[in-house]
């Protein structure tokens, strides 16, 4: 497969060129445009009971639609997400594994299995969903997963501690620790308009959206009628 | 006339530079800046035929659209004119003036929110026969695009170019215009109805033919409802 | 101030601001707007006009909270990110000429800069009550954000620009709001905002910011997608299938 990310990192989007016999697999919803000989089945993600966890508390679709390219040519498939922003990719290896918030994945191919697994109660409370998404790596080889943000999406290694605004997480290793807390104590939070931050411990990556909806939510609440 | 497209692909402008007793068509509430001697006046262009009841029926199915007209006067000036959403805008020929810039030259039909601008010499009729607008609560309708010059195109995401040859598959919210050499249907994507629905491709436009698709990379109702639906309720 | 201590990344349609704080050193920002920081970097929120004139405000839709970070014992990174997709612009105030700018579009300044929120005579400058403008004087460094993209327009003559668009400009220039009549939409459905021709014309030498888009188009595309208001059992049953048939989206 060969593809191509474009106008990041405001309108991220892939541009993908199956080869004949390819499949791809995105999250429902994703598709563009794409040429007109390819076929897709549409499949629960990760089995019904996985992918009703994920729809009632983790916000992921219920659906995925895997694209094939039945033809004997190369065929092109455009792909995007609700959001605007940015697009990442990630390869993982077999034993790497990454967690998604709610709403990143996009779609992958190569083996990686997708997994709703339990993110607390204090998750759901700062409204990330009772759920978060696990990505591990296929058994051998590697894997590519396609992931996006509202915003541009920034690298950074966690080294210790830092503090994150929940809504600006997307994806991060899932050997750090997270604490959610108020950001300066309870009127501090109120009249700060930080509300709860999420205290990281350890090492790892993590993966930061320079927007966050819930940011522009707060943003646009008091100019509506 | 000159102009200039600045701050592409997300938060495009069309910088707009008008010699003396020149003229441009735009959107209503695209000015964003304009040298003070400019005149503008803003009509309401509704859509034609079947006499006053089909002018009536086309305006409550939403088909109308404000439009203003910037004059230069007796000395030049420039404006700037931008989109309502966040991203980019593109140039297309239109007749000769297409066949001069190195395209078709063909007449476009537009989807009414991505058209922002355009020459005099461009005509821009309300309501495609073929075409209607049964996009599911979206008050869509398209434009006619004929005539001689320039139409500046807004999208939603940035516009990509498709030459068709064969057949193209397009999710209905992300079309911006297409050349009307193609032939189109509407349908599901996918082998079944329930694929359409579960899947969430839900309606596509099939191109046939050959000529140019342009498309947007983003889907504004899915985004609207992605933020709508977060923002406090409102009265009904 | 070095360019070192500050970095603007994913302009111009996602910016972010990183600070680098000295020791002790303290920024003021726009509350709400800080994306990430690191845990030596202390937060003390502060209203502008006080406590009971900052809620009174809160409630009629104008409001500037500001919030002061300050970096405790040792230099700290702070990621500050505003609430609307755009650009930020970087001004630095030397005490010659004061900024004015839409209040929406604060993000950050030094404790030398001081903002003023009671900046009168300028009533009614921006349709909707929501939006005012500030004036930032005194010296130092100020960041302020866009819709956007920026256009930096150095004014030389007569020049009008919507007041949807206007982000910052120069208190040098002449600023007076019109409606240009030429630009309203007559018979206009109620509800939407803007529409009306409220422009500002600048006169004589200055600069004004420009933003690539307004915000008023946003809030009233997003206006449609917005729940609705249920006030009976009726509209409740038909939230209740709306809410089931979402997981079919």
Redesign the interface.
Known sequence: MKYDL??N???A?L?VELQPGERLTA???A????????????TFSGGLFTALLK?FFGGE???V?TFHNPTSEPRTL?L???????IHHIKIKAGESICFQPGAYIAHMGGVTIQAQWAGFRSWIAGEGLFKLKIQGPPQGSGLVFFGAY??I?E?RVQ??????TG?LVAYSPQLKMQIKL??GLL?SI?????LVN?LSGQGKIY?????????????????? | MEFDLLKRPDSTVVHVSLSPHEEILAEAGAMVAMSGHLQAETTLRKGKGGGILGGLKRMLAGESIFLSTFRSGNSPGDLYLAPKLMGDVCHVGIGSTGSALGGSGSGLVVQSTGYLASTPGVVVDLGFQGLKSFFSGESIFWLDISGDGVVFLSSFGAIYEIEVDGSYVVDTGHIVAFEKTLTFTVTKAGGSWLNAILGGEGLVMRFQGHGKLYCQTHNAGAFGQLVGSQLPAREA | MTVETYRIDHAPAYAGLTLQLKAGETMVVESGAMATMDSCITLKSKMKGGLLQGLGRMLGGESLFLSEFTAEGRPGQLYVCPGVPGDIEHYCLDGSRSLLIQSSGFVAARPTVTIDTQFQGMKGFFSGESLFLLRATGTGDIWFSSFGGILEVPVTGDYVVDTGYIVAFEDSLNYSVEMLGGLSLQGLRTGILGGDGLVCRFRGQGKVWIQTRRLHNLINFLEPFRPVKSSDSLTSGFSLLKFLGSFFR
Not at chain 1, 191 to 195: D, F, Q, V
Not at chain 1, 208 to 225: A, E, M, Y
């Open positions: 474009r106008y990192p405001a309108f989007t541009f999250e429902a919803g598709m563009a445009s794409m040429d007109g000989s390819l076929d897709f089945v549409t729809r679709s219920l659906f639609n455009v995007t997400q609700a959001n605007i922003g940015d915003g541009g920034t950074r210790g501690d830092l503090i994150v605004d600006h950001a300066g501090g009249t700060s308009g930080e509300g205290r930061l959206q320079s927007r966050s909806i819930g940011g522009l939510v707060k943003f646009l609440t008091p100019k509506l009628r």
